[in-house]
């Protein structure tokens, strides 16, 4: 590579080019469209990645004890199968790492723009493509991938005082590693997936920990192991093995989903829960505490064998009272208690619902993806978008999954891509945007299919309820039902314009 081009890719230098597809993001979903099309012997296309290195939320997310409560053997691509995963539920470095061997064994490398931020992209009605500003230099492209994630942007609360706030505060997305919590005392604001899995990590070690707790979760067993070598070795030589067992992975997972929609049968899962909790807590008191007053399923379940356990340590005070306020050196709760703190760690979870992207992404006649939505993200299959011709957004709206790997929904999306490109050079067609009717069919039908689910009938309020209420983030139903409808494209439920006269 010449050092011009060398340059440009690390983001110190600008470039202005052309691609046929910008994809954003080189988590899961940039990386897999990026693979998926190079397959198909598409060359051109250009990734934009704001960080220095690929992995989208699985770069991100390096907290004490981050790892993946989908099985590994399912939360990763089909067309590149691991047969090295050490455990059956993978940490995170390890996922990490997967991530940046796909991309640079896959040949993905070269396409992508590091330390590229994409600050607007905006459909060009008369030249038909997308124009893109990033924080190096501005693009144009035929096609727009939005691999910017679910799980990307951090949510803060707004707590009164945190400004004045002296002691370390941060993210658990964005873990301050050269902070040493030995010996610290600290408050952890949030009790979700990431908090159950970084408690029990840091509870050792610090003094003290105020665990803040708003809603209580319902915590499973994590039934995990290692793979022993011999096993790995027979995954390796056969690859079969390794299909048949992803494949036994998501059948079973899929049974979840029976519990989801059947509120009779989540009273099963909920019953091990209860146990669970019962084992690790015989505090009648704090197990009270504990105890979530709403269907199991209706919040992400959490996956923990030493969550509970830790709370019932010496140093931990589970504080369910609310902050109030933050001071130089302390929490104070609803009821008035102070607790000096030298580190506040959040673990409050991602804007989902709220995208700070959305704002960003202008369709025909200047509308951002934000104002389309008015509050309620809605796509067609979850993917396109009328009145953005040539968008497609990965993990978009009503995709997102409570029981199994969002990875296997992700490939669905990218094979519509592909299917979309394909049709587009095949006809000639310089634009592609889903009907308006065919949208609010597909719309109305997954609101169909969510009513009455425990996601919306389970009695509590949880990130997949945007703020109208309705829950715009889940796929309510068998993910293999997705996949059936996605995968292919439909060109009856699409609207197409042709090249504008004289090329383009
Ligand atoms: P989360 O599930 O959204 O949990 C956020 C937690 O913060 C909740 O307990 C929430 O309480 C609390 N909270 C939010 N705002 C608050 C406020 N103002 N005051 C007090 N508490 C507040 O976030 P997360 O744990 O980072 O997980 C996000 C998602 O990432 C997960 O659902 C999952 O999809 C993914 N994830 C997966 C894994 C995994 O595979 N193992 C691990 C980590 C994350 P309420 O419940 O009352 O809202």
């Known amino acids: 590579m010449s050092q011009d081009a060398e340059e440009t890719r690390a983001g110190r230098r600008p470039e202005r080019a052309h691609t046929r597809i910008a994809i954003i993001g080189s988590g899961f979903a940039g990386l ?6 190079r397959q198909r012997g598409e060359e051109d296309f250009i990734i934009f990645e704001r960080a220095a290195e690929v992995g989208g939320t699985w770069r991100d997310n390096s907290y004490p004890g981050c790892a993946c409560d989908v099985q590994s053997h399912l939360y990763s691509f089909s067309f590149a199968p691991n047969p090295d995963w ?3 539920y993978s940490p995170q470095p390890e996922i990490w790492e997967y991530l940046r061997r796909c991309a640079r ?3 993905v490398l070269p396409h992508v723009r590091f330390r590229h931020e994409v600050r607007e992209a905006t459909w060009d009605e008369s ?26 942007e951090p949510r803060m609360p707004e707590l009164p005082g945190l400004e004045n706030f002296k002691g370390r505060a941060f993210h658990s997305a964005r873990w301050d590693h050269s902070y040493e919590l030995k010996g610290r005392r600290v408050a952890v604001i949030g009790t979700g997936a990431s908090a159950v899995q970084f408690v029990p990590e840091i509870q050792p070690v610090v003094s003290r920990l105020h665990l803040f707790q708003r809603t209580p979760a319902w915590v499973m067993p994590r039934n995990e192991r290692r793979f022993a070598a011999a096993e790995r ?12 067992a992803r494949a036994g992975i998501y059948l079973f997972r899929e049974l979840f989903f029976l519990g989801f929609r059947h509120l009779p049968l989540s009273r099963l899962i909920r019953r091990v829960a209860l146990r669970h909790l019962r084992r690790a807590v015989p505090d009648p008191q704090l197990r009270a505490r504990l105890t979530p007053d709403y269907a199991i399923g209706c919040k992400r379940i959490l996956v923990s064998n030493d969550y509970l356990p830790a709370l019932t340590r010496p140093n931990v005070e589970l504080v369910t009272a609310g902050v109030a306020e933050v001071r130089e050196h302390s929490v104070v709760d609803r009821e008035g208690v102070e607790r000096p703190v030298d580190a506040i760690i959040f673990g409050t979870g991602f804007r989902v619902t709220d995208q700070p992207m959305a704002k960003h992404v202008r369709g025909r006649g200047g509308l951002t993806l934000e104002e389309a939505w008015g509050g309620s993200p809605r796509a067609h299959l979850g993917t396109t978008v009328n009145g953005f011709p040539n968008l497609f957004i990965l993990m978009g709206p009503n995709t997102g999954l409570g029981h199994t790997s969002v990875v296997y929904m992700i490939e669905a999306q990218i094979e519509h891509l592909l299917g979309a490109l394909d049709y587009m050079k ?5 634009a592609l945007e889903p009907r308006p009717e065919a949208q609010a069919a597909y719309v109305a039908e997954v609101d169909r299919r969510m009513a009455g689910t425990v996601w919306t009938a389970g ?5 997949y309820l945007d703020r109208t209420g309705r ?11 997705f996949r059936r409808r996605v995968a292919r494209l439909d060109p009856a439920e699409y609207v197409a314009s042709g090249p504008l006269r004289g090329g383009g």
């Open 127 to 152: 030249a038909r493509l997308w124009r893109i500003r990033t924080s190096v230099g501005d693009y144009t492209a035929g096609a727009l991938v939005l691999a910017s994630g679910a799980l990307s």
């Open 105 to 107: 064994d896959f040949g």
């Open 459 to 463: 009695g509590c309020a949880s990130w």
């Open 426 to 430: 095949r006809r000639g067609l310089a």
């Open 471 to 481: 829950n715009s983030t889940l796929w309510p139903d068998f993910t293999w039902r």
């Open 233 to 244: 070795r027979m995954f390796r030589r056969f690859p079969a093995l390794q299909r048949a």
């Open 32 to 37: 897999g469209a990026a693979i998926r099309l």
């Open 86 to 88: 050490t455990r059956s």
